[in-house]
């Protein structure tokens, strides 16, 4: 896994999440290039169940989108799978 957001992560003031998929490729949640290292369906769907609860969160106000972002992924045995883990900060 590589954490390449992590500057950007640590570099941006505000609210802010970084999820790190194991064995995805950089543009695995786009249809560039083949990521067959890494299911994209479950890449997918992690991804915009994490994007829409950020911005559910910090655009709508709804405060039940915040138990989305604090599941921290496999870091914690958060994913059955062990493929993801996310971090967030407000």
């Known amino acids: 896994m590589k954490d390449d ?12 999440c970084l999820t790190l998929f194991h064995g995805a490729g950089h543009a695995g949640f786009t249809d560039i290039g083949d990521e067959v290292r890494f299911p994209d369906e479950r ?31 496999d870091a914690a045995g958060g994913t059955a799978d062990g493929t993801w883990v996310g971090r967030c900060r407000q």
């Open 43 to 73: 890449l997918w769907a992690v991804a915009r169940t994490r994007i829409a609860a950020f911005f559910g969160l910090h655009l709508a106000g709804r405060a039940s989108c915040a138990a989305v972002l604090a599941d921290p992924g």
């Open 5 to 16: 957001g992590l500057d950007c992560y640590h570099g941006t003031k505000g609210p802010a």
